[in-house]
C-alpha cells in the first residue's frame, strides 16, 4: 500500500468536511467551505442541506461554486429565493452551522475581514464582512477555516467583524446575540482546534498528521489551551483525495 | 427604548420617509409609457456626478455590467455606493470614480481579495468605508422597500461593525430584546439586470433574486436592463411572475449578454477565461487601465463589446448554462 | 329621448366612477368601489391602475371582483404579489387613491368598521378594519362611499376604524401620519362631499338629480358646511347604465 | 426612544423570539422525510385545544376549506384566532371553537357583514377581540418571519386601532417620525392551502401571494394541504418556484378541491351557490347548525364532503377557473 501524498490544504478541506454533521442546515462561505461542503455531501453527510447567501437552499453539489450566487449554488435545489429570506432564516434559528473563513482569528474565534491596521487608515483593506457577520451572529455553530500562522492567530484581531465569543462568557448574550450560539472549531493548515467550554478560549483538539504540538504553538500569536490529550487527525484516504482532485475542484482553483 | 449604542459611521444617504413619499408620488408615472432606450441614454439621463448608487446581484451573477461600463464610459466621478460587488464595483474602483462606499463585501470571491479596492481604499482615494453585513445592508434597503424608517436585527451586535456602521442599538419595548435599528436606504439610483422585462419595465427574473425586490422598491430611478424584451401580453399572461412592477422603474435597456462574463442562471454561465483576465490584469494599476481601455473606453457600446468578445465566446457561455433537468 | 329610471345605488355608483382619475393607482376594497372601478375603467379612466389588497395590480377588470383576492383582482394583470407588497407600496407613496366603505362617518372623514357601541361590549360587532385602516393611512387621497342617512353620518364615530382628518386641521400629522394625505371626497346616496380646506370638516359639493340641501341635512347628524353654490351632479347616462347592468353587475349583486 | 403611546389590548400570544430560535432548532426537521398524512392525522397530531392558529389566505381564495372543517369535525375548541377570514372563520365561530380574536376582517366581503360574528362577539361567546389592520397582522407575521422582536409601520396611528391592539408608539431615532412598533407574531399552528406540494413539503402557490410567505415562516407547527403531490425532482428542476420550503412544513395533506367552495387560482373557480348556501343559512343559529350538520358532522372526511358536492359542480367550478391566455 503505498503512501499518499497530499497537500495541507487537501488535508485541511478533509478535516472541514467529517466535521458536517449530515442532515442539517449549513451556510456554506466563499472558497474552501465549499469545498469541504462538496466532499462531506460526497462522503459522510449526503443529506446534508447547503444554503447559500443570495438564496440557494438544498442544492445538489455537483460542481463546484465560484460565487455564492451562482446557479450551481441552487443546481436541483430546492428552493431559490433572494439574501432576506436567507439571512431571515438564519436569524429565526433554522440555520445549523455556517462555514468562515477570515484573515484574522483571535483566542474567542473572533474573525477579522475588514481591515488590518486602523479603519480609517488601514494598511491592508480586506473585502469586508459580507455574509460573515451575519453567518457568526445568527447560526447556531460556527466553524472557521484558516491558514495556521501566527500572522493569522492574533490575540487580538484588528476590526472585529464576525462574533466569536467576543471577549468571553457570556459576552455574546450580553451584546443581545441568540443563547446557545458561537464557534465551536477552528480546522487549520495545522490542527483542529475547539473551544474550552468556561473559558470560551480556544484549544487544540487534534494535530495534523505529522504536525507537534510545539509546532502549533510556535504559530498561534497567542496562548491556545493545551488539554492533556491532544488527538490525532486522520490523512486524506483515498477516496477523499479522488474526489477532490477529480470530481470537486478538477480545475485547480484552490488545491 | 432609549438608544444604547450609536456607530460612529457616516450616514452616507440619509433617508427621508416623507420626502421618498413625495418622490414616489410626483416623479413617477402610473402610465404605461414606454422606457426603452440605449445604454448611453440611460445612464446620461440619471446617473449623475456625486450620486447615491447601487448595482444588484454580484458582477458574476445577473447583474448589469453593460450598464456598469457605461457608468465608466461616460466619465460619472465621485460616486456614492453601496457595495457589494465582484467586477462591476472593481471595475469602478479601478476608474477611480468611488467616493464613499456603504461597504459590504468587495472581492473577487473564489480568486480572492482584489487589488482595486486595496489601491483605492488605502491610498485615500475613496474617502469614507463604512461598514455594514450583506444581511444590514439588503435590510436597510428593505426597509425603503417597506416604507419605513428602519428595521430591527440582531446582526452586528457586540461587534465592530456595529461601531463602524450607521446602526444603533435599542432595546425591544415588547421583550427587552437587545436589537440593532438599521437605518433606511434609498438609493438615488439602481441598476439591475433581468430576464426579461416589457416595454414598460415589468420584469421577470429566473433563479435567485437576490435583492432585486428590495433594491428595486428602494431608489428614486431604476434602470433595468434586460436579456429579453417581451410583450406586455406575455407579462398580463404571468402576473405571479412579474417581481419588479413597471411604476418603479424609468428606464428599460435591451442588453443581451448583459452579465457577461458573467453569468445568467437559465441562459448562460461564466466565462472563466474572461473573469480571470480581469483578475490578473487589475492587479497593477497599469494592468487595470489597459483593461479598461480595452474593453470600456475603447468601444462605443455594449454591441461593440459583445463584437469585440465574438459569437464564439458567448455560444461557449450558452453551453455553460444551467439547464432545468 | 326617454327618462331613464335608476337607483340610488345605480347613481352613487356613477358619481363614485367619475371621481377615478385616469392613469393613477387605485386601491380598491370589497364592494360598491369595485363596481365604481370598473365601471371608471371603461369609460373615463381607461388606464386606472388597480390594486387590490392581497396582491393583484394593474388587473383588467373584465368581470366583478367578489372578494379582495379573487382571480379577477389579478386577471391580465401586471402584477400578482402578497398583501406585504401591496401595502407597503401604499406605505412607500405609490398608490394615489384609495376608496373605500363604512358603518359611519364623522364631519372629518374618520370611518368606522370595527363596532356599534363599546368596544369590549358592543351592540353591533362589524368586520373589522380589514385594510381599510392602512388604506386611510398611507393612499394619498381617500374618498369614502356609503348609504346616506343620519345614523351613519355622525357626529362622532363609535370606533375611530379609517383615519379621515382625525380631530382636524394638522391632527394627522401629529399623529404620525405622512404629510398631504387624508381624504377628499364621500359619495353617498344623496350627493358628493369635499372637505373644508380650512376646517377640515365635511362640506357638501353638488347634489344628486331631484335631492335638495334640506334632504341631505337631515340626513347628516352632524352640521355639514354647505357652500354658498351647491353642484348637481349629473344621473347615469344611458350607456353608464348599460355598463352596470350588463357588463358589470349582470348577476346583480349590488344594484 | 421612549414610547409615547401603548395599545390596551391583550397581546394574545406574547412573542419570545429567542423561544422561537429554540423550537426551530430542535422541532424542526432538516430532512427530507415524508410528511404525508390523512387531514385527520395532521389535525389530531397538530391542533389542540386553546392552540393560537391561523388559517391563509381567505375561505373563497386559496384557503385550506377541508382542513377548516376537520377542525371543527374532531371538536378542537378555545381556538385562540389570527382572523382575517371569511368562509372559514366564519364556520368556526358558528361552532363555537373560538374564545380568543387578533381581528382584522371576518365577513363575507359581496355579502356584507356575518351574523355568526356577530352572534359570537355580542353573545360574548368570543372572550376578546384585539384590533389589527389587515397590514399590521400580515406585518406582525413578517416581523417574526424576519425572527425579529417587531416592525415599525405608519398604520392604525391617531386611531382606535392603535388604542384597542397590543402596538407601542415610539419615535424613530434617525429621523424623528412617529411609527408604531407592531410585536412579531408566532402561531402555534398555522394551516396554508397550495397548488402543489412534494411529500416533503416543498410547496408552489400560483396567482396572488396572499400573506402564505410569511405566515409559513411565523408558525410553530404548520399543516399544507395541496391541491396535488408533485415527485421532488419537480420541485428541484424549478427550484425559484418554492415559496414554501420543506423544513418548515410539519404535515403535508393532499387535498383536490381544497379550497372549495372557494377557488383556485388557474385550477377553479368560485362556486357562487356554494358561498351562498352558508351566506343564507348562517344568518341564524339553527341554519348554521344544520349547515354543519350536513357538510361537517355529518361527514367522515374530504373525500365524503366531494362525493356530496358531486363531480358535475366540481366540473363547473373547474370551467370557471381563471386563465392564461
Chains 1, 3 share one sequence.
Not at chain 1, 490525532?232 to 479522488?242: C, F, G, I, Y
Not at chain 2, 475603447?298 to 463589446?305: I, R
Request: with cysteine; hydrophobic share 40%.
Amino acid at each position: 500500500m503505498t503512501e499518499q501524498t497530499y497537500s495541507k490544504t487537501e488535508l485541511m478541506i478533509c478535516v472541514a468536511a467529517r466535521l458536517f454533521e449530515d442532515g442539517t442546515t449549513c451556510f456554506i462561505g466563499t472558497g474552501i467551505p465549499m469545498l469541504a461542503a462538496m466532499l462531506a455531501s460526497k462522503t459522510t453527510a449526503p443529506n446534508l442541506v447547503p444554503v447559500f447567501e443570495f438564496g440557494g437552499t438544498g442544492a445538489i453539489l455537483e460542481e463546484l461554486p465560484r460565487a455564492v450566487g451562482e446557479a450551481r449554488t441552487f443546481h436541483k435545489g430546492i428552493s431559490a429565493l433572494g439574501i432576506c429570506d436567507t439571512m431571515e432564516t438564519a436569524q429565526r434559528g433554522f440555520i445549523d452551522y455556517g462555514f468562515l473563513g477570515g484573515a484574522q482569528i483571535d483566542p474567542y474565534g473572533n474573525l477579522n475581514s475588514v481591515t488590518i491596521g486602523e479603519h480609517d487608515h488601514p494598511k491592508v483593506r480586506l473585502p469586508g464582512s459580507g455574509g460573515g457577520n451575519d453567518v457568526g451572529s445568527h447560526c447556531w455553530q460556527t466553524i472557521a477555516i484558516m491558514q495556521h500562522d501566527a500572522r493569522r492567530f492574533v490575540p487580538k484581531v484588528d476590526f472585529l467583524t464576525t462574533p466569536g465569543f467576543l471577549t468571553g462568557p457570556g459576552a455574546r448574550v450580553a451584546a443581545g446575540l441568540p443563547p446557545g450560539t458561537g464557534p465551536i472549531a477552528v480546522v487549520s493548515t495545522l490542527a483542529l482546534m475547539d473551544y474550552h467550554p468556561e473559558s470560551c478560549r480556544m484549544r487544540l483538539k487534534s494535530l495534523h498528521p505529522g504536525v507537534t504540538v510545539e509546532e502549533v504553538v510556535a504559530n498561534t500569536g497567542f496562548e491556545l489551551v493545551i488539554p492533556d490529550k491532544v488527538g490525532a487527525n486522520a490523512p486524506p484516504s483515498a477516496e477523499e483525495l479522488r474526489l477532490l482532485r477529480d470530481e470537486i475542484d478538477p480545475e485547480k482553483l484552490y488545491i | 427604548m432609549q438608544v444604547l449604542e450609536s456607530g460612529i459611521g457616516e450616514l452616507i444617504q440619509p433617508f427621508d420617509l416623507d420626502e421618498f413619499r413625495e418622490w414616489n408620488r410626483t416623479k413617477k408615472t402610473r402610465k404605461l409609457v414606454d422606457k426603452r432606450m440605449t445604454e448611453q441614454e440611460a445612464i446620461r439621463q440619471f446617473v449623475y456626478d456625486g450620486c447615491y448608487i447601487g448595482t444588484e446581484l454580484y458582477g458574476t451573477v445577473r447583474c448589469p455590467m453593460s450598464l456598469a461600463r457605461e457608468v465608466v464610459r461616460q466619465g460619472r466621478k465621485n460616486l456614492r455606493v453601496c457595495g457589494q460587488g465582484v467586477l462591476e464595483l472593481d471595475l469602478w474602483l479601478a476608474a477611480g470614480i468611488i467616493k464613499k462606499l456603504d461597504i459590504t463585501y468587495i472581492g473577487l470571491e473564489v480568486y480572492g481579495t482584489t487589488a482595486a479596492l486595496r489601491r483605492a481604499v488605502e491610498s485615500g482615494q475613496v474617502e469614507t468605508c463604512v461598514e455594514w453585513s450583506n444581511g444590514s445592508i439588503s435590510w436597510r434597503m428593505k426597509a425603503a422597500a417597506m416604507g419605513v424608517p428602519f428595521l430591527p436585527t440582531r446582526s452586528m451586535l457586540g461587534t465592530d461593525m456595529l461601531k463602524y456602521s450607521a446602526a444603533k442599538v435599542v432595546e425591544d419595548p415588547f421583550t427587552g430584546t437587545k436589537v440593532a435599528l438599521l437605518p433606511a436606504l434609498v438609493l438615488d439610483v439602481a441598476l439591475i439586470h433581468v430576464h426579461r422585462a416589457d416595454k414598460h419595465g415589468n420584469c421577470q427574473i429566473e433563479g435567485i433574486s437576490g435583492f432585486a425586490l428590495e433594491m428595486s422598491r428602494a431608489c428614486k430611478r431604476l434602470i433595468i436592463s434586460a436579456e429579453e424584451i417581451i410583450p406586455t401580453e406575455e407579462i398580463r399572461k404571468y402576473p405571479d411572475r412579474t417581481v419588479i412592477p413597471y411604476y418603479l422603474v424609468d428606464a428599460v435597456v435591451h442588453a443581451p449578454y448583459g452579465s457577461y462574463p458573467g453569468e445568467m442562471a437559465y441562459m448562460y454561465g461564466r466565462d472563466e477565461p474572461g473573469i480571470k483576465e480581469w483578475v490578473e490584469m487589475s492587479k497593477t494599476a497599469e494592468g487595470a487601465k489597459e483593461y479598461l481601455d480595452k474593453y470600456v473606453y475603447g468601444l462605443k457600446n455594449h454591441a461593440e463589446y459583445l463584437k469585440l468578445i465574438g459569437d464564439e465566446r458567448l455560444q461557449q457561455a450558452v453551453e455553460l448554462r444551467e439547464k432545468r433537468e
